[in-house]
Structure formats: structure tokens, C-alpha cells
């Protein structure tokens, strides 16, 4: 009787137990993995910050974490052999190392082993191997969140969640997102957003439906789940089973985390306390695209290109600026422009920055970048090597040349078949345009033109006894002779110039110069001497005191020369008829005069009758008076010359004024 009773008691305790285990008591809720027991294999462990890491970015890899014991899911009493209801919720979020790929996903598993060590990581999601996906003997049921499209499971896309049994084919899938609970409009949800979302996960054995949702961690519950299908997970679940989760690499560098999970049994799964999950890792503010992994081939590839480019360019940049250079240039430095410099100062030698053209080449504006110092640049085309050291030798003199009536020769610049000569920029150009209404420029008052007549004067006097060498122009003419802010008179251009030394005497082989500033001497001689400039000046004089060209190409005048016509008006006693009658009469007459006679006196067509600088210095000052002379002379003897050394014929050849001799010259030095 006793024993009955005990055996009764027992029986009691028993049939209590199993129903409460039947009653589904059976409940686990974590918010945030910290301290959790959890069973773990492969890259699965929990971060100290006690997130749950499935898989640690390292490919082809799989983790699991499973409730470390199983759940009784069927048989007992009272639910006989039937699955019971079942609930979960998990908050997930996929790092993967692009924004834009991932690989695999992750899955709620419920199993009836822990033991996943012949499952596969990539596509099968460490749930199965290619042998055994689908067999029904793996006795899984799983919920994927899957993050890559496999067509031989069907899946719908590349952001798809599913629900799955024994295999990675879903019995039913939907594309990540949820139902808005306003409108029921569907939002599609990005799997691997980096943001945690969570899942909800339901059975319901009654009807065999599982339901599965999910949305972002502030929405909450949708009413509308993501999808449902049925399914009688009797015939897949084990009467005891292991809960938890597996998870997949393949070759993208990407950690697949749960935040909280939990999960009931015959009842919904408690809920995770958001607040208390812990926080995700922060990525990197700009992670590199897979897209770029795809694109990087291309794109270094395009680099290469750009590069060959790039070096092409630089090779022509090379070569444009290419410059000819020689060792014996070294003590030049100073004087020595870079061609790039002078190239990028003229923007390319536009047309531009053209000032004009002269015998010898163009003339250039320019503004050199660095020192911003506003420049003239004479290119001039040369072919031959020969002489050049000596020429440029001489440019550099030049360049030591310092008068207040002087435009500076700044340096020199050299390449293949061109030479530059660079001057400091005279802003207001040259006389000739002031005396021959040309480019608008108004017309020079007689102060103006007397003032630039003794500043060339003056300079000319420096460059003949004043310097440590005999400084010869050479080619002394109205377009030669610029005007700086002040409007003083600037001799410049010096390419022709030649330098020889006091003692030495030079043997100059050609003729260079202008038409008309010619001195008859250089027609038999060739040589250039201080008075062969004296003759040029003596034109330039009469130039500018009479506004007219040295040579009037109009070959019916009977006056061919300027020098002639002031003659004739000379001769006839009216001298000053032959001032420029632009100035309306307004000119000092002494001046006019004294200007008309020495213009003549300095043009003698005699070297010897011409006077030296200095003596025209003093003339110009009046220290001296002009010495006296008669028209009829000068007059007959230029007739003279002029037949005699057929000077005629060779003005007749060239009517232009601004003719010049054979550009090659310039280059041909006479020592
Ligand atoms: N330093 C300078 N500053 C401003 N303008 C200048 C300067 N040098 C030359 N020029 C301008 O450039 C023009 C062309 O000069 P270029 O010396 O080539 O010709 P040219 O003097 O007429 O003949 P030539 O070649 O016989 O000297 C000149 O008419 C002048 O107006
Ligand atoms: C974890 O759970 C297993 C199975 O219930 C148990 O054997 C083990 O002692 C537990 N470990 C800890 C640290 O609680
Ligand atoms: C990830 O986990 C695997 C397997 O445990 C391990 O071999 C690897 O070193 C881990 N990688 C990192 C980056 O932690
Ligand atoms: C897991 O299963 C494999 C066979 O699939 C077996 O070799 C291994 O011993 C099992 N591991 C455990 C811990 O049971
Ligand atoms: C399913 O797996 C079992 C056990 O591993 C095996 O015996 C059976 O042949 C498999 N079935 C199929 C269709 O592969
Ligand atoms: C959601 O994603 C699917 C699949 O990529 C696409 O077809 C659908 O147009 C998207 N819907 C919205 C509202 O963006
Ligand atoms: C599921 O299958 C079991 C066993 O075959 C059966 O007892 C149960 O009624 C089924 N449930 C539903 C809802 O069909
Ligand atoms: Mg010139």
C-alpha cells in the first residue's frame, strides 16, 4: 500500500515535469551575447563587446553557434509526435568589406545535430554538403538570410530571405524589406546595409505555417509578415533539437554578427531588449567597392594608358621646349632664358602677343611668369652653327651695356635652326610708327622728337667712346629706336650689333642693315665702322625731323632720298619747308634747323666729312657751332657718289623702305 502510494507520488511528480516541459516553458533570450553558453565552431565566437561573430572575415568560412542543449520539439505528452509551435527573433547585421557585395549569409537553424563539420561554407551556407543538400536525413529546418543570388537553388536575387528544410532550396522566399504597417507598401531592406535588422521567425503546428518578417531595428514588428508558406516540420524536425545559427563565407571579406536572439517554445519569443544590444563595429568611412575589385583591372589598365600619355606629353613637352645648349654656354647662365619660360611668358609665340616683323624674324610681347618682368622676344630663324658662339658671345656684352637710352638685352635663348633675343619691353613701340601714323599712334611734338634725337645721340656716344669696347649698331633706324614710359627715346636691337675691340680690326664680309640708313662706303667696303652708324643717325635725324621715309617708294617723285628732297629745299633756301608739315609749324626753328643740317652734315656721303658722336653731342648742345657748308656741295658731291658707286640702281632694286639684306647674315660675324 505504502509502495503504491510512492509509486503514485512518483508518477505525479513525473506526469508535472513532463507537462511543464510540454506547456512550453521552454524559453532563452539574449540581448547581446556577453557571458552567453553558448556552442561555437568554426569562425563563430562572441566579441567582447558580446556580439555573436559568425563568421571573422576570413574566406570559405563557416561558423555555427548552437543553444549548447537541445529543445524538445516533439513527442512527450500531451503533444504526441506532432512539431509544436515554435517562435524566434534574432537582430543580424552583415560587414561586409564593399557596400555593394557580400557572400554568403546566414540562416536560423533548428537541427538535430550540432555536428555541421562535413558541411560546406560559400552557397551551401555551412548547412550541408553538394551530396546531401536536400537528403532528408539532414533533419534541418532553416530561415536564410542569403546575400547572393545561386541559380541552382532558384534564388530569387541577391538579398533574399527564405525559409528552408534540409536543403539551401527555399520552400518559400521573399526579397529582403517589409510591409509598411501604414500604407502596406513593400521597403526593401538591404541585407548587408551593415545595419542590424531583426527577424521573427514563427510556426505554427496547428496549421503547419511558418512566418517569417523582418524589418529595420526602429520599426518594430510589421503586421504583415514577409511571407508564409506551410509546411509540416514534423517531417523535418527531430522530436529533440538544437537551436541556433550558421553562417558562410566565400571570398569576400565579410562578418556575418547576430545582436540578440530569443526564442520560445509553444508561444512567442520573448522580446530582445534593443537597447542592450551591443554596438556594431564601426567600418571604414569609405570602403572600397567589390565593383572597383572588377573595375581596378580596367582602370590600371586606363592608368597604364594615362601613364604612356603622360609620358608621351611629357617627351613632347620635352621636345617643344627642347633647347639647344652647349658647354661652352656655361659662363652665359645668367643671360641664358629657358625656352619654356620664354615660351609659356608669349603663350606659345601667339599671334597674339606679335609686336611686328622686322628683316630678321618676329617680335614677340611677352610676360616671364616668375619675375613678372614684361619682355620683348626676337626670334630669329638660324640655320648654321658656325659663328654662333661668337654672336652670342657678344650678346651677353650687350647685355653689360648700361645707358638710360639703351632698351635692355636682357639674355639670349637657343634651339635647333632658332635663336631669341630678349629685351625689356618698351611700352610705347617704336618711332617709326609715330611718324608715320601707323597703329593710331599720334604724332611726336617737336619737344618730344628733339629730346628722343639727342637721347639716341647721347647713347650712341657711349656706345663708341664710352664703353671698353667700340660698340657698332649697325642698324640705327626709326623702328629700332623705342619709346619707354617716359617717352624717351630706347636704342635697341642689338641683333645686328658687332663688337670689336679698340685695336683690332675687323673684316666684315656682308653687308647688313637697312635700305636708305646704308652708308655708301659699306656698298665697296663691307666694313662697319662708328661712322657707318654716324650715316645712319645723320638719316634718322632727317627721319624724324621731316616725318618722311629715308627712301620715298613712290618712284614717281622725282626725289628718291629723303636726303635729296631736304637738299633740293635747302638749295631752293627754304630749308624748313622740309620740318614735318604735320606739326602744323609748331617746332623750334634753331632746333628744326640745326636738326636738318647735321641730319645732312651726318650723312655725308664722304666717312671722313661726317662728324664723330661726340662732335654731334656737342653740335646738338650747341657747346660747338656746325661747321659751314653750302648745299651745292653736299649736294653735288652725293650726286656723285651716288652714280659712281651705282647706289642708285641698288635703291631702285629695293624701293621698301624697310627692306632688309639676307636674314642669314645676322649671324655671320665679321672679326
Ligand atoms: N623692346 C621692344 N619693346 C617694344 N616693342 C618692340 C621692342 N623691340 C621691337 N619692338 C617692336 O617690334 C617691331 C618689330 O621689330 P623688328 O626689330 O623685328 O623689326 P624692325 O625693327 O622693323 O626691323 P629690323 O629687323 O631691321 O630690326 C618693331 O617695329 C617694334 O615696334
Ligand atoms: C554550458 O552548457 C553545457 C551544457 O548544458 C554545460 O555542460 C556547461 O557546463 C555549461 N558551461 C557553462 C560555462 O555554463
Ligand atoms: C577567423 O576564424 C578562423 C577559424 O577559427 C581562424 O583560423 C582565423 O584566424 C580567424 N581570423 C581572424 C581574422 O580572426
Ligand atoms: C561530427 O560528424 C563527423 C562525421 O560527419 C564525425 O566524424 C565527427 O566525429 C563528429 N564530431 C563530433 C564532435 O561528434
Ligand atoms: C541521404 O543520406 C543518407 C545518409 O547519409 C544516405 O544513405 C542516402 O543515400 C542519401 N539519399 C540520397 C538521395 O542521396
Ligand atoms: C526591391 O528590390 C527588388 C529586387 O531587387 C526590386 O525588383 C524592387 O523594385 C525593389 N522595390 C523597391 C520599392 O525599391
Ligand atoms: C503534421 O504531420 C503529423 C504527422 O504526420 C500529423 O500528425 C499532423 O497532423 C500534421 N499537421 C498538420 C497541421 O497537418
Ligand atoms: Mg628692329
Redesign the pocket.
Known amino acids: 500500500m505504502m509502495n503504491s502510494v510512492l509509486m503514485l507520488v512518483r508518477l505525479l511528480i513525473l506526469c508535472l515535469v513532463l507537462a511543464a516541459k510540454a506547456t512550453g516553458d521552454d524559453q532563452l533570450v539574449y540581448s547581446g551575447f556577453t557571458g552567453a553558453n553558448l556552442t561555437l565552431d568554426g569562425a563563430a565566437t562572441v566579441t567582447p563587446d558580446g556580439l555573436l561573430e559568425l563568421t571573422n572575415g576570413t574566406d570559405q568560412q563557416k561558423g555555427h553557434a548552437f543553444y549548447p542543449t537541445p529543445l524538445r520539439f516533439a513527442g512527450g505528452s500531451p503533444g504526441?509526435?506532432?512539431v509544436r509551435s515554435f517562435s524566434a527573433s534574432f537582430v543580424f547585421a552583415i560587414q561586409s568589406i564593399y557596400t555593394d557585395l557580400s557572400a554568403h549569409g546566414m540562416a536560423f537553424v533548428v537541427a538535430s545535430s550540432k555536428n555541421f563539420s562535413s558541411a560546406l561554407p560559400g552557397q551551401l551556407l555551412g548547412l550541408t554538403d553538394i551530396q546531401n543538400n536536400g537528403n532528408g536525413s539532414n533533419h534541418f529546418f532553416a530561415v536564410e538570410l542569403d546575400t547572393i543570388q545561386n541559380k541552382e537553388f532558384d534564388d530569387l536575387n541577391a538579398n533574399h530571405a527564405g525559409a528552408n528544410v534540409n536543403g539551401l532550396r527555399s520552400l518559400q522566399s521573399y526579397y529582403a524589406g517589409y510591409f509598411d504597417d501604414e500604407d502596406g507598401s513593400f521597403h526593401n531592406l538591404s541585407l548587408i546595409s551593415r545595419e542590424a535588422m531583426q527577424v521573427w521567425v514563427d510556426y505554427d503546428?496547428?496549421?503547419?505555417q511558418i512566418t517569417v518578417t523582418m524589418a529595420p531595428l526602429k520599426v518594430g514588428r510589421p503586421v504583415r509578415p514577409l511571407f508564409t508558406t506551410t509546411y509540416?516540420l514534423?517531417?523535418a524536425v527531430t522530436d529533440v533539437a538544437y537551436v541556433g545559427f550558421s553562417s558562410a563565407t566565400g571570398t569576400i571579406n565579410v562578418r556575418h554578427y547576430v545582436l540578440g536572439w530569443s526564442f520560445a517554445m509553444n508561444g512567442p519569443a520573448p522580446a530582445i531588449d534593443i537597447a542592450k544590444l551591443p554596438k556594431l563595429p564601426r567600418m571604414g568611412p569609405k570602403p572600397r567597392s567589390k565593383v572597383l575589385d572588377i573595375v581596378l583591372p580596367i582602370a590600371s589598365g586606363a592608368f597604364v594608358l594615362a601613364l604612356g600619355a603622360i609620358v608621351l606629353l611629357v617627351l613632347r613637352r620635352r621636345f617643344r621646349y627642347a633647347e639647344l645648349r652647349e658647354d661652352w654656354e656655361v659662363e652665359f647662365g645668367p643671360q641664358r632664358f629657358s625656352y619654356k619660360d620664354l615660351y609659356r611668358a608669349t603663350e606659345g609665340f601667339s599671334d597674339t602677343h606679335l609686336l611686328g616683323i622686322g628683316g630678321f624674324g618676329r617680335v614677340y610681347r611677352g610676360t616671364l611668369l616668375v619675375s613678372k618682368v614684361e619682355v620683348a622676344v626676337k626670334k630669329v630663324a638660324h640655320d648654321s652653327k658656325q659663328g654662333i658662339k661668337e654672336f652670342i658671345s657678344e650678346v651677353v656684352s650687350i647685355g653689360r651695356l648700361q645707358h638710360s637710352n639703351l632698351a635692355p638685352l636682357l639674355g639670349y635663348c637657343r634651339r635647333r635652326g632658332e635663336l631669341f633675343l630678349v629685351y625689356e619691353y618698351m611700352p610705347n613701340g617704336s618711332v617709326d610708327k609715330y611718324l608715320h601714323r601707323r597703329e593710331g599712334k599720334p604724332i611726336l611734338n617737336w619737344a618730344q622728337r628733339w629730346h628722343i634725337i639727342k637721347g639716341i645721340a647721347s647713347c650712341l656716344v657711349y656706345l663708341h667712346e664710352e664703353w671698353e669696347k667700340v660698340v657698332i649698331h649697325r642698324d640705327i633706324k626709326a623702328s629700332n629706336v623705342v619709346l619707354d614710359g617716359d617717352m624717351n627715346g630706347r636704342l635697341g636691337d642689338f641683333g645686328l650689333a658687332r663688337l670689336y675691340d679698340h685695336d683690332a680690326d675687323p673684316q666684315t664680309t656682308h653687308v647688313v642693315g637697312t635700305i636708305g640708313y646704308l652708308a655708301p662706303e659699306l656698298g665697296h667696303t663691307s666694313k662697319a665702322t662708328p661712322l657707318t652708324d654716324v650715316f645712319a643717325f645723320g638719316v634718322f635725324i632727317l627721319e624724324v625731323t621731316c616725318g618722311q621715309r629715308p627712301v620715298n617708294p613712290n618712284l614717281e617723285d622725282s626725289q628718291v632720298l629723303l636726303v635729296e628732297s631736304v637738299l633740293e629745299q635747302w638749295n631752293k633756301g627754304s630749308l624748313l619747308d622740309a620740318v614735318d608739315k604735320q606739326l602744323g609749324g609748331n617746332y623750334n626753328a634753331d632746333e628744326a634747323c640745326l636738326a636738318l643740317k647735321l641730319g645732312l652734315l651726318c650723312s655725308h656721303p664722304f666717312a671722313n666729312a661726317r662728324p664723330t658722336m661726340r662732335q654731334v653731342m656737342q653740335y646738338l648742345d650747341r657747346d660747338m657751332p656746325l661747321p659751314e657748308m653750302t648745299p651745292t656741295d653736299l649736294s653735288f658731291q652725293m650726286m656723285t657718289i651716288m652714280q659712281n658707286e651705282g647706289f642708285d640702281q641698288f635703291v631702285m632694286t629695293y624701293p621698301s623702305s624697310t627692306a632688309s639684306v639676307d636674314s642669314t647674315s645676322v649671324l655671320t660675324v665679321g672679326r
Open positions: 504526441g509526435g506532432t503546428h496547428r496549421t503547419a509540416n514534423t517531417t
